[in-house]
């Protein structure tokens, strides 16, 4: 099952994407975790990718897509893999298309009110880095961490306008990418909502698949 995940931020597709990638024995590529890990183990990626991230420069499509293009021929792909954040772009897609087949692209459907309720919610411990929501998992104590009993701060990416600045951008990027791959017959939409559980949406995401 070779696989695209796309949605805004806050959808949840990393809370799906980790159950998709148990039940069907693939690997969950991000392409944050993939420019980390090339930096980290110091290839030839990824020391263009540190150079181009010191000089405070985007990392270009060629760089990214070379990245992509290496991790899904490794030996763990062979069975299929799930893509989340890539691709972004229409050049993206094709260079995709011309590596490998995709079996669906699932396109997680979400209102922007409850991406900002999801979103601007969370609360973070600053030292253990430990994640709240002040609805859906709040602490023991209000505005505290349950173990060090640091005040809990609000990232500024968290903040609602923060938020619907970021909603805006991933609409204008990715409309045209779900209109591309909607005329290739491999959109597969998943609505899922604040009032849907993990479990839940992952089993909508079956059904699609099926």
């Known amino acids: 099952m070779k696989m695209v995940f796309l949605g805004p931020p806050g959808a949840g597709k990393g809370t799906v994407a980790a159950k998709a990638k148990d039940y069907y024995s693939i690997p969950h590529i991000s392409t944050g975790d993939l420019f980390r890990s090339n930096i980290k183990n110091k290839t030839e990626l990824g020391k263009q990718v540190e150079a181009i991230l ?74 253990t880095g430990h994640i709240y929501h002040v609805k859906f998992n709040p602490p023991k104590v209000e505005g505290k961490d349950d173990e060090t009993g640091e005040d809990l701060i609000q990232r500024d990416d968290d903040k609602p306008q923060a938020i619907l600045h970021r909603l805006e951008v991933y609409t204008a990027q990715t409309e045209p990418l779900i209109k591309w791959y909607t005329d290739r017959g491999l959109i597969r939409n998943v609505q899922t909502s604040n009032s849907m559980s993990p479990d839940a949406v992952f089993e909508e995401t079956k059904k699609v698949l099926k």
């Open 54 to 127: 010191a000089a405070g420069s985007l990392v270009p499509d060629s760089v990214t897509i070379a990245m992509v293009k290496d991790r899904i021929s490794q030996p763990d792909c062979e069975k299929g893999f799930i893509l989340d954040g890539f691709p972004r772009t229409i050049a993206q897609a094709e260079a995709l298309a011309e590596m490998t087949e995709l079996d669906a692209v699932v396109n997680f459907v979400i209102s922007n009110e409850e991406v900002v309720e999801r979103l601007s919610g969370r609360r973070m411990c600053p030292s």
